[in-house]
């Protein structure tokens, strides 16, 4: 008998420090009126928020795991510090600027070199599930709006959190579904698609109204590509990262090699826009007599998804084993 109790306190004491390392790794997802809260081992994240009024739903803010934000506040927070051009560059959000001529990517009644009239709207129509768990499940499904409130198109979103030694992650999968009687264009522009704002310190040196600002960060492709370089070249996975703190924090963002036009081309930008855009062709490669050799028709009826990981962690893309992340992922993992 007292053998067995014996047995018994090993194996629970061995069993222990297994079921405390997956508690803090557990992902808890609530529902709220406006938004999603996600939180890691009983940490905030992250929100998805969805109803707020945006033009989008998006993720703000986005949190590293020792709790400093990682994304723009603006204009979510006013008076932050924070460089206050492109409003509608919230956090992480997935958009378009030519969806059957529709811009849905930027906001407003216009801008410079644009035509004026009002852009479109992606909206949610439903939180399909909430799942908690070592990975938080979040789907949903999404309408596109025109500025005539016409239906344009509609997606299906599947968000899975998680973390591990190395760092957080979001996988961020979207199914664009063209409408059963319509195609649905999705035109040659820069402006697109899946983007990230920068936190102000991560970003690189650069000038607003011709005074210096801007914070320690550097950019690097896959393919060696580094800082302003890297706009408009295509590549599996890039990452973007700075000192703040006496810490270094990275973002890096992968490209699915599933994905249309695998590997993807990079928006990144010295302010802190950080994006991967597959439709951008003749913009990125500066093909000025064929605009639309990036264009990609979904036939009525049909889809196309597009699969991305966002990998937040501590250190350079040396230092955080981006290549092998990445290659984790390109593998399934």
């Given at each position: 008998m007292k053998t067995r109790l014996l047995s018994l306190f090993v194996?629970?004491?061995?069993?222990?420090?297994?079921?405390?390392?997956?508690?803090?790794?557990?992902?808890k997802l609530t529902k709220l009126d406006d938004r999603v809260q996600v939180e890691i081992g009983g940490q905030h994240f992250t929100d998805y928020v969805f109803g707020d009024g945006a033009s989008r739903p998006y993720c703000y803010p986005i949190l590293a795991a020792d709790g400093t934000p990682l994304t723009r506040d603006f204009p979510m927070k006013q008076g932050t510090g924070d460089d206050t051009d492109h409003p509608w560059h919230r956090s992480l959000?997935?958009?378009?600027?030519?969806?059957?001529?529709?811009?849905?990517?930027?906001?407003?009644?216009?801008?410079?070199?644009?035509?004026?009239?009002?852009k479109g709207r992606s909206e949610n129509e439903v939180i399909v599930e909430t799942t908690n768990g070592p990975v938080g499940l979040l789907r949903t499904r999404d309408r596109w709006i025109g500025p005539d409130r016409k239906l344009i198109a509609t997606d299906e979103r599947t968000l899975r959190f998680h973390a591990g030694p190395d760092g957080r992650f979001i996988d961020f999968e979207i199914t664009l579904h063209a409408l059963p009687d319509t195609p649905l264009v999705m035109g040659d522009n820069k402006d697109g698609t899946l983007g990230l704002r920068l936190a102000q310190w991560?970003?690189?040196?650069?000038?607003?109204?011709?005074?210096?600002?801007?914070?320690?960060?550097?950019?690097?492709?896959?393919?060696?590509?580094?800082?302003?370089?890297?706009?408009?070249?295509?590549?599996?996975?890039?990452d973007y990262h700075a000192e703040h703190g006496g810490k270094t924090y990275g973002v890096a963002i992968f490209d699915h090699p599933q994905n249309l036009r695998h590997p993807t081309w990079w928006m990144t930008r010295e302010y802190g826009?950080?994006?991967?855009?597959?439709?951008?062709?003749?913009?990125y490669e500066?093909?000025?007599?064929?605009?639309?050799?990036?264009?990609?028709?979904?036939?009525?009826?049909?889809?196309?998804?597009?699969?991305?990981?966002?990998?937040?962690?501590?250190?350079?893309?040396?230092?955080?084993?981006?290549?092998?992340?990445?290659?984790?992922?390109?593998?399934?993992?």
């Open positions: 194996l629970l004491c061995l069993a222990a420090p297994a079921a405390l390392l997956r508690a803090a790794d557990d992902v959000w997935f958009a378009h600027s030519m969806m059957n001529g529709v811009d849905f990517w930027n906001e407003g009644t216009g801008d410079a070199g644009r035509s004026p009239e009002a991560m970003t690189m040196p650069h000038k607003v109204r011709g005074q210096e600002t801007g914070g320690t960060g550097h950019i690097v492709a896959a393919t060696g590509a580094r800082d302003s370089a890297v706009w408009g070249k295509r590549a599996d996975w890039c826009l950080f994006g991967a855009n597959p439709f951008g062709w003749h913009d500066n093909l000025r007599n064929e605009p639309h050799k990036g264009d990609y028709t979904i036939p009525p009826g049909g889809s196309l998804t597009l699969r991305y990981r966002l990998f937040f962690h501590l250190g350079d893309e040396s230092a955080a084993h981006v290549a092998e992340r990445y290659a984790d992922y390109a593998a399934g993992k």
